[in-house]
T-cell receptor, first 116, second 114 residues
Framework: DTEVTQTPKHLVMGMTNKKSLKCEQHMGHRAMYWYKQKAKKPPELMFVYSYEKLSINESVPSRFSPECPNSSLLNLHLHALQPEDSALYLC???????????????FGPGTRLTVL | GNSVTQMEGPVTLSEEAFLTINCTYTATGYPSLFWYVQYPGEGLQLLLKATKADDKGSNKGFEATYRKETTSFHLEKGSVQVSDSAVYFCALSDRGQGAQKLVFGQGTRLTINP
């Protein structure tokens, strides 16, 4: 299984809603990532988890709250978002970095988020 | 910091034409280099990679060679197909805060006409 799955595929929410994005992989990867991608732009890194611990937070606003309940799952909790947060949210995973070599990242299909 | 510069698109070619998408990078050390492809409505897929100087990555008829002397990783394909229409991202590996990161170029939108 070389697949990263994301749910839901599409999400429309109001600025007062609370919602969550989910990501799952069964490749035994120990690093997982959240990216935000605006139209016609490259993905922007938001968070990195390594061995279920948050390693990198790229100064993301607190209305985005990541969670890694176990090595296969990654969530992104959303609360009080703004219309400018509308984007494609991509999850990715890779093998661990402990051996010092850079391992390729496998991306999911993304969740298309619209904030009204 | 590390960065990647790609040729600006969009690029439009006819089927069976030769493709080159330029990519240059700025980095300290010796990063790994990648080309990712994003088809409409989908996530990113790794197309090919190279981990050290003079390595050539290849996949699906696409090739790119890691050129340390020119800090480049240009993507080439000898004969493109309509199904190659997508956005192509050049990226390099970066390390920070005990984890690995990808630094992406701006992306090049490729359209192949029949």
């Amino acid at each position: 299984d070389t697949e990263v799955t994301q749910t839901p595929k599409h999400l429309v929410m109001g600025m007062t809603n609370k919602k969550s994005l989910k990501c799952e992989q069964h490749m035994g990867h120990r690093a997982m990532y959240w990216y935000k991608q605006k139209a016609k732009k490259p993905p922007e890194l938001m968070f990195v988890y390594s061995y279920e611990k948050l390693s990198i937070n790229e100064s993301v606003p607190s209305r985005f709250s990541p969670e890694c309940p176990n090595s296969s799952l990654l969530n992104l909790h959303l609360h009080a978002l703004q219309p400018e947060d509308s984007a494609l949210y991509l999850c990715a995973s890779s093998q661990d970095f402990s051996r010092g070599q850079f391992n390729e990242q496998f991306f999911g299909p993304g969740t298309r988020l619209t904030v009204l | 910091g590390n960065s990647v510069t790609q040729m600006e698109g969009p690029v439009t070619l006819s089927e069976e034409a030769f493709l080159t998408i330029n990519c240059t990078y700025t980095a300290t050390g010796y990063p790994s280099l990648f080309w990712y492809v994003q088809y409409p409505g989908e996530g990113l897929q790794l197309l090919l990679k190279a981990t050290k100087a003079d390595d050539k990555g290849s996949n699906k008829g696409f090739e790119a060679t890691y050129r340390k002397e020119t800090t480049s990783f240009h993507l080439e394909k000898g004969s493109v197909q309509v199904s190659d229409s997508a956005v192509y991202f050049c990226a390099l590996s970066d390390r920070g805060q005990g984890a690995q990161k990808l630094v992406f170029g701006q992306g090049t939108r490729l359209t192949i006409n029949p």
